[in-house]
């Protein structure tokens, strides 16, 4: 049985769609399926074949899928595929259309923007059924809301309860993969003017495709000798940040999968939007009152919001402690088993 999966990890489409993609074909591989990732480009076949999986590359432009559907047909009968999860904000109607009349598709669908001809449908966002899919989709299996929020494996485990410390020492920033408008550089930079926060540890993770981590480390190095100011402790493409979401009296994040890390581990934060795509989440996040948000990382006016609501939560234990609640209640980190087993369903 084997699962296809087809998704991109690269600096235009960071490394989110392949992240939850391993998640879940790390669930498969567990029910006895054997995923196979097939991308355009090899920059997106590191992560893939990193976890021991099977990784097709095809030798084309990432964003260019309509021309790629001629190729697609002629991998679906080599490989006798009989089931293909596609995760990309890139791909057409048109592309998706085509493959499902090849074989059984499965689609993540974030933004919902489209009506997609699949079998299956998966969006997990915090606010997924404000939308009518079930108007919508008709024979289509519906996988909606944070039950199928796909966490990696760790997140599924016994984790530990998340303790609400009366002070803060530490402060997670995390951008996810990539960081086009340049966030964590822009907010460790300006942290020189922020001693209020001076004996704090910011740590700093920059993804595998930013492309600042090191001006970010010069920024740390030149903050070091002085007291007087915030420490700051930069880590690049860490492979897992649970236990810093674990040791994180708050944390600062963009708007997309890590979110749903914070509320696995109960960490209590603030989240920004630093791509479009990201605006569900956040709102989603914001109006139910699970995180503060700061606002879009691009306009103008966004550190000195964030920096505000970064020392209101600093002061606020109690509203720490309520917020952390709030958020373990929304997922329970058992999505990626929940996906896997409705796609090899369709295998079978």
Known sequence: MELFIRTEANETTASGHMTRCLSVAEAARKTGAVPVFIVAEEVSAAMPREKGFETIVLNRIFDDYDNEIAVMAKLVEKRGIKTLLIDSYWVTEKYVSAMTKLTNT??????????????????????????????????????????????????????????????????????????????????????????????????????????????IEEISKENSSDISLPHIRVCRNLPSLKDELLNADICISAGGTTLYELAATGTPGICCM??????????????????????????EGFFKVLFEKLTYLKEKKDIREKMSAELKRVVDGKGAARIASAITDKIL
């Open 106 to 215: 499965a689609y993540f669908d974030d933004l919902h923007e489209k009506i997609w001809d699949v079998d299956i449908l998966i969006n997990y966002a915090v606010n997924a059924k404000k939308y009518s899919y079930e108007k919508e989709y008709k024979g289509t299996k519906l996988l909606l809301g944070c039950d199928y929020m796909p966490l990696r494996g760790e997140y599924n485990e016994n984790l530990p309860e998340k303790i609400i410390n009366d002070e803060v020492k530490n402060i997670l920033v995390v951008s996810g993969g990539a960081d086009e408008p340049h966030f964590l550089y822009g907010l460790t930079r300006r942290l020189k003017d922020h001693g209020e926060f001076a004996g704090i540890t910011f740590t700093v993770i920059t993804g595998r495709f930013n492309n600042d981590h090191e001006r």
């Open 274 to 299: 630093i791509a479009d795509n990201q605006r569900d989440n956040v709102e989603g996040f914001s109006s139910k009152g699970l995180l503060e948000y700061a606002g879009d990382v691009r306009e």
